[in-house]
């Protein structure tokens, strides 16, 4: 099981914690645009960072605010209470605009989508060649859920990379580690790994 440390630092600046790039794309065989990711905490709070490439930034017009998510490029957080998900998992689903679609789920793939990630806090912003986005959760919000136990969490890192072709937006998918589906799937076992804390 892939693993990442959640560096400690009093300044609470992801830009001083481990680099994590080993992103793929679990069914596609092509090289990855840079998609990386920092996170540290200072024993409060749990920051992160993710830095993205990417030349053809698709952000759906909708109006609806989970809709506009969902058919947008962006960046995803899961973390679970059990490493078979028998028992409630939780993801942020993360546009550049500062939109989220975010719920609370059972496997395999029942969520309620009226569940609000409580103290998550984060902000996109567009770049040139792609954007970056950081945020914040306090630590007792991921205690209080069950995932963050004895400085250890099961958590899962993942990108939707949308592109534009003449048929339509094409949809991709970028993972941490291949969750072992032949099909496209985040919302299984396979697919988390372990942050942690210093």
């Known amino acids: ?64 605010p989970d809709a506009a998510v969902l058919g947008s490029d962006r960046v995803e957080l899961f973390f679970a209470t059990s490493r078979d998900l028998s028992t409630p998992y939780y993801g942020a689903e993360m546009d550049p605009r500062g939109g989220v679609y975010d719920y609370l789920a059972r496997y395999h793939r029942q969520f309620d989508d009226t569940w609000r990630f409580p103290g998550l806090e984060f902000a996109g912003e567009l770049v040139e060649g792609g954007y970056e986005l950081s945020g914040r959760i306090p630590a007792a919000v991921l205690r209080d859920l069950g ?23 094409v949809q991709n998918w970028i993972s941490w580690i291949h969750p072992g589906t032949e099909t496209p799937d985040f919302h299984v076992p396979g697919s988390f790994g372990s942050f942690r804390f210093d």
């Open 1 to 64: 099981m892939k693993t990442y440390r959640v560096r400690r630092t009093a300044s609470l600046d992801p830009l001083e914690g481990d680099l994590l790039d080993d992103f793929q794309f679990p069914w596609l065989d092509r090289p990855v645009p840079r998609t990386e990711f920092r996170a540290v905490w200072d024993g409060e709070t749990f920051a992160f960072r993710f830095e993205v490439e990417d030349d053809d930034l698709v952000l759906d017009p909708s109006e609806d």
């Open 147 to 169: 995932c963050l136990r004895d400085r250890e969490m099961i958590a899962g890192v993942y990108r939707a990379e949308f592109s534009r072709s003449p048929e339509g937006v």
